[in-house]
């Protein structure tokens, strides 16, 4: 198995698929670039398990902190124990972004839990380039059919977490406004927080503004199936879900 040394790498979808999480963070950060992002719980325990609270805070703060810190978002995943982003760091903010969202998240489901300590593991997010209109459509789908490749599921829209797809596109930006109570609570030292942010989706840079909305949701759509049959064909054994 090939490892990478602290430095931005350009792989594949399935390189990335065989490597999974053994990647080294893209220390590197230009502004500009379209990147994947994952970052995995600790012992891979399952800190981020969909609910509806939980699917509230996630949106919520996606969404406030991309904002914030100029994100353009593309994609995401959150599965029970490991997130995915695609996304374009438009002012070379990723970094602080991706402190800014993973501690606000730890301190929030750490409240929720009843638990105090790490909820990432210790090595750094990954984080990789997407150059090519090829690279992103193909890891998108890779990461909306997370899902289906984790047999919870056999579609990605029947995953009860927070996850992006095609038709997302059409549907956002969506006003997202945090759960009542707990670190959100009016007076709490958090609460410096907005009380709404709008979540969006746009289409990566890469395709020049060639393409609507409406047409690239349907060019991801179409490589989205692609991904979930090959799974389908190539699933041994019962899907879990």
């Not at 009843?114 to 789908?141: F, K, N, Q």
């Not at 995953?159 to 997302?168: E, I, N, Q, R």
Request: proline content about 6%.
């Amino acid at each position: 198995m090939r490892t990478f040394g602290l430095r931005v790498t350009t792989l594949s979808s399935r390189e990335k698929q065989s490597l999974g999480f053994t990647m080294s963070h893209a220390r590197q950060v230009i502004p500009g670039r379209t990147v994947g992002v994952a970052r995995r719980c600790s012992e891979q325990r399952f800190f981020l398990k969909p609910s509806g609270w939980f699917n509230r805070v996630v949106r919520f703060l996606l969404a406030h902190y991309a904002t914030k810190h100029g994100i353009a978002l593309h994609g995401f995943a959150f599965m029970a124990n490991h997130f995915h982003l695609v996304l374009t760091d438009v002012g070379g903010t990723l970094p602080r972004f991706m402190e800014e969202f993973d501690s606000m998240l730890t301190r929030v489901v750490n409240r929720h839990l009843g638990r105090s300590g790490r909820l990432w593991e210790s090595s750094p997010y990954a984080a990789w380039v997407l150059e090519t209109e090829e690279d992103v459509l193909s890891h998108l789908a890779y990461v909306a059919a997370n899902p289906v490749q984790a047999r919870v599921v056999t579609r990605p829209e029947e995953w009860p977490g927070v996850l992006s797809v095609p038709s997302d596109l059409l549907a956002l930006p969506r006003e997202c406004a945090p759960p009542v109570g707990g670190l959100f609570a009016r007076g709490h030292e958090s609460s410096a927080l907005p009380a709404r942010a709008s979540l969006n989706i746009s289409v990566p840079p890469v395709f020049g503004g060639r393409l609507t909305r409406a047409r690239f949701a349907a060019l991801f759509q179409s490589t989205l199936d692609l991904w979930v049959g090959e799974i389908r064909d190539t699933a041994a054994g019962p899907f879990l879900g």
